[in-house]
């Protein structure tokens, strides 16, 4: 099978060291998860996260279809292993000089045309 970066993939976990998961697919492609892909909590272990032969899902990051091998973040598609200090938001609403005077007209004008409909 040929996996694009952002699949979500579904795997057994081969082996597991101090370091890294080893996973192998139904169709046996092998995928490796680094520890700074399984979690940003440098205390966590991974022996005590998963178990040899349980089933995990995960982001690909990169596959290699003719060594049949790629890379893989599990913390990208379980977000409760990302320390929210190092995540950067985003979509925190900051106040602009007008305060969110903007904001309100934008939604009194959006909210008159939906009702207009």
Do not use: W
């Amino acid at each position: 099978m040929n996996y694009k970066k952002g699949d979500v993939v579904i795997a057994k976990i081969k082996s597991i060291s101090q370091s890294d998961i080893k996973l192998i697919t139904n169709t046996q492609s092998i995928f490796i998860i680094t520890k700074s892909e399984i979690t940003d909590f440098v205390d966590k272990k991974i022996s005590s996260m998963f178990k040899l032969g349980q089933v995990v899902n995960f982001i690909c990051l990169k596959f290699n279809k003719n060594t049949n091998q790629g890379f893989g973040s599990y913390k990208r598609n379980h977000p409760n292993e990302i320390q929210k200090q190092k995540s950067k938001n985003h979509h925190k609403l900051i106040e602009t000089p007008n305060g969110f005077k903007n904001l309100y007209n934008y939604m009194m004008m959006f909210i008159e045309n939906d009702n207009n409909k």
